[in-house]
Nanobody, 122 residues
């Protein structure tokens, strides 16, 4: 069993940076793939980034490539999403999630954080 707690959101101006954190409980967190998702008002939840495997490897949606960086610290049971050059369209609730196995777009995320609000003003 893995429990996730998201934090680090806030209100920032366009161009600023934020680092989101995902704190996990459970001994097996290091074996899980971790993803970040976001949901803006009136929109469906969308994939942002994932980290998986022993490399580890990463995957990003196109509109955050070069601006966002996902990372993890398995010794501390933590995952992070560093967000730079934030834009108003990045405004959303951000969620971290953990999956038993990474299978690309078909990955099933079994555990979810409660979400953290990111608001970017223009």
């Amino acid at each position: 069993q893995v429990q996730l707690v998201d934090s680090g959101g806030g209100l920032v101006q366009a161009g600023a940076s934020l680092r989101l954190s995902c704190a996990a409980s459970g001994r097996t967190f290091g074996k899980h793939a971790v993803g970040w998702f976001r949901q803006a008002p009136g929109k469906e939840r969308e994939f942002v980034a994932a980290i998986f495997g022993s490399g580890p490897s990463t995957d990003y949606v196109d509109f955050v490539k070069g601006r966002f960086t996902i990372s993890r610290d398995n010794a501390r049971n933590m995952a992070y999403l560093q967000m730079n050059n934030l834009k108003p369209e990045d405004t959303a609730v951000y969620y971290c999630a953990a999956a038993f196995r990474w299978v690309g777009a078909h990955t099933v995320y079994n555990y979810w954080g409660q979400g953290t609000q990111v608001t970017v003003s223009s």
